[in-house]
C-alpha cells in the first residue's frame, strides 16, 4: 500500500532475557502478544491516532556478537520488528487516516504500556505453572521470590524504537529479509577457524564510526555455546501478522477496503496522490548513476579520496563525493 511505513522494535530488557533463555516458548510468545496489544491499543486510542493498524512482527534473538538479545521488530537479548503503516483505517471503518510524515506513536507511551503488559503477563504464567527455572534462578519457582525479582523492572526503562525509515518500506522490508530465515552467524562474516578458535566480525554499537567494526575470537566451545542460544523451539513462528494483516478468511477484503480508503483520502486532499505518501522520488524509476548493491536506492558521492589513503568520517561540508581514485 503506497503510505509511509514505520519501523518498530521493542527489546526486552536483560534481566527478562535471562530467564526467557529457559522459557523459550513461552516467552517469547508473551513478547509476541504483549508488543502487538501494545501496538494495537495505542493505535486505537482517540487521543492518539483513533484507527484499526496492521503490521508484521518478526523475531530476532541474537546481537552481532551473537548474545542473548531478544527482540521485536515490526514492518526487526530479543526483539521484534514491525514494519507498521502510518495511519490506518477508523474504528468506524469508513475512512483512512494517516499519521503525521515523521511520527506514529508516542515511544513513551508504548514503553510504559509494554513494560505494564509484559510484566502482568509473565506473573500469570507463573501461577499457572508455564515458567520453569534452573540453576542460579532456581529459587524463582517459589511465587513470592519472582514477584520480588520482578520489581525492579517497574522502574527500569524498557527500549522501544519507533521511526520512519529514510529509504521507505523497501529498503526495510529488503533489511528484514535478509534475518528472517538467517540464522545467528552468516558465512561471510566467519574470518578464520583454527586452534585458537573461531574468529569472526561484529559490529559494537557502542561506538560510532568505523572503529565500530571489530573482529572477535572465541574458544570453539563458546562459539558453538552462543550459536545454540538461538535455535528456537521446533514449530515456532518467528514471523507473525497483526491487525489490518492478520491471516484469516477476512484478510483480502480487510487489505482491499484500506486500498479504497487510501485511494479515497488521496483524491481528498488537493495535490496529493498515492505516491505523495511515498518518500521515494518519481525519478527514481531511473536507474541512479551510484545504485546501492544492497536495495537499488541511488547513493550521493560525498568525498573522494586516493587509493591507499584513508576517508575522513566526517567529510567537510564542502565535499560533495566518495570516490575512490585508482589511477
Request: hydrophobic share 40%; net charge positive.
Amino acid at each position: 500500500m503506497q503510505v509511509p511505513y514505520f519501523h518498530v522494535v521493542f527489546t526486552l530488557p536483560p534481566r527478562i532475557a535471562a530467564i526467557a533463555f529457559q522459557n523459550k516458548a513461552v516467552i517469547y510468545n508473551l513478547l509476541f502478544k504483549a508488543s502487538s496489544e501494545t501496538l494495537l491499543t495505542i493505535a486505537a486510542d482517540p487521543k492518539r491516532l483513533g484507527v484499526r493498524i496492521g503490521f508484521t512482527s518478526v523475531l530476532h534473538t541474537w546481537g552481532s556478537a551473537m548474545t542473548h538479545h531478544p527482540h521485536v521488530h515490526m514492518p526487526c537479548w530479543k526483539h521484534v520488528f514491525d514494519m507498521t503503516p502510518g495511519g490506518g483505517i477508523s474504528l468506524d471503518g469508513s475512512r483512512w487516516i494517516s499519521s503525521s510524515e515523521d511520527y506514529l506513536l508516542p515511544v513513551s507511551v508504548l514503553s510504559h504500556l509494554f513494560r505494564g503488559k509484559m510484566l502482568a503477563m509473565l506473573k500469570a504464567a507463573h501461577q499457572a505453572g508455564h515458567l520453569q527455572f534452573f540453576g542460579p534462578h532456581a529459587e524463582l519457582a517459589d511465587r513470592r521470590a519472582f514477584k520480588a525479582w520482578l520489581e525492579p523492572l517497574y522502574d527500569t526503562k524498557w527500549h522501544v524504537y519507533a521511526k520512519r525509515p529514510f529509504a521507505g518500506p523497501e529498503a526495510v522490508l529488503a533489511y528484514l529479509a535478509r534475518y528472517t530465515h538467517r540464522v545467528a552467524i552468516s558465512n561471510s562474516r566467519l574470518v578464520s577457524v583454527d586452534e585458537m578458535g573461531v574468529t569472526f566480525k561484529y559490529k559494537d554499537y557502542r561506538i560510532k564510526g568505523p572503529d565500530r567494526y571489530k573482529t572477535m575470537t572465541l574458544a570453539v566451545p563458546e562459539f558453538i555455546r552462543r550459536f545454540m542460544l538461538h535455535v528456537l523451539p521446533k514449530g515456532f513462528h518467528r514471523i507473525r501478522h497483526y491487525g489490518l494483516l492478520a491471516r484469516g478468511p477476512a484478510k483480502s477484503t480487510t487489505i482491499e477496503r484500506a486500498r479504497e480508503l487510501i485511494a479515497v483520502a488521496a483524491t481528498a486532499e488537493p495535490g496529493k496522490t498515492h505516491q505523495d505518501s511515498d518518500p521515494t522520488p518519481a525519478s527514481s524509476a531511473q536507474k541512479p548513476a551510484h545504485p546501492c548493491p544492497c536495495c537499488g536506492a541511488g547513493m550521493a558521492i560525498i568525498q573522494t579520496f586516493e587509493a591507499g589513503c584513508m576517508p575522513r568520517h566526517r567529510p567537510t561540508a564542502s565535499a560533495t563525493a566518495i570516490r575512490i581514485d585508482t589511477s
